[in-house]
């Protein structure tokens, strides 16, 4: 069974200040792709990241996969009381054609104004 | 286009009844996915289907779960007897194996709470 681990858990910060989060395995994954979930939702897809050391940015996010693949970070400046919600990454396995999803337990952001 | 729909939202009953969780998938996506999210175990995968055919029940928890997709555009989880430990939100998820990047999308939830 392939496990990704998130740390944080919970984070609390001030409005505008910058963060990072992290998602690890021991496994390696053909991609990863992270998720923001708000309360009552379900969680809505950030972004895929495919290649080892790939780099993405969206907006105040970057988004970065580690070389081997095994592990990746997400990275929030200037954050909003927007950005508020559960970060989960989830890596894709394509072992056996299943194309199946792994979760980790997320990073619970809060941003207090 | 309508993303998937899940109902009911939320669910309360007491231990012992049945429960019936139902999804619409979007259009035109061939593969659904039923997820359990709980503070303890985070989003584990259930089940998922791919054109209609269960693929991998490998995280049903036990016979006491069962699911159906009896057509492209519905899907069932149900549960008999339900029991307290099954209290938590049913995610429904769809994606189309089409598209490049194999993208989930997620319906609301089912919030269940077993007495």
């Known amino acids: 069974t392939q496990l990704l681990e998130q740390s944080p858990q919970f984070l609390s910060i001030q409005e505008g200040e910058n963060l990072t989060v992290y998602c690890n395995s021991s496994s390696v994954f053909s991609s990863l792709q992270w998720y923001r979930q708000e309360p009552g939702e379900g969680p809505v897809l950030l972004v895929t990241?495919?290649?080892?050391?790939e780099v993405k940015k969206l907006k105040r996010l970057t988004f970065q996969f580690g070389d081997a693949r095994k592990d990746s970070s997400l990275h929030i400046t200037a954050a909003q009381p927007g950005d508020t919600g559960l970060y989960l990454c989830?890596?894709?396995?394509?072992?056996?054609?299943?194309?199946?999803?792994?979760f980790g337990k997320g990073t619970k952001l809060s941003v207090i104004p | 286009d309508a993303g998937v729909i899940q109902s009911p939202r939320h669910e309360v009953t007491e231990m012992g009844q049945e429960v019936t969780l139902r999804c619409k998938p979007i259009s035109g996506h061939n593969s659904l996915f039923w997820y359990r999210q709980t503070m303890m175990r985070g989003l584990e995968l259930l089940i998922y289907?791919?054109?209609?055919?269960?693929?991998?029940d490998s995280g049903m928890p036990e016979d006491r779960f069962s699911a159906k997709m009896p057509n492209a555009s519905f899907s069932t989880l149900k549960i008999q007897p339900s029991e307290p430990r099954d209290s938590a939100v049913y995610f429904c998820a769809s994606r189309s194996t089409g598209q490049p990047i194999y993208e989930q999308y997620f319906g609301p939830g089912t919030r269940l709470t077993v007495t």
């Open positions: 990241v495919v290649t080892g050391g």
């Open positions: 289907f791919n054109n209609n055919v269960p693929i991998d």
């Open positions: 989830a890596g894709l396995d394509s072992g056996a054609g299943s194309y199946q999803l792994t």
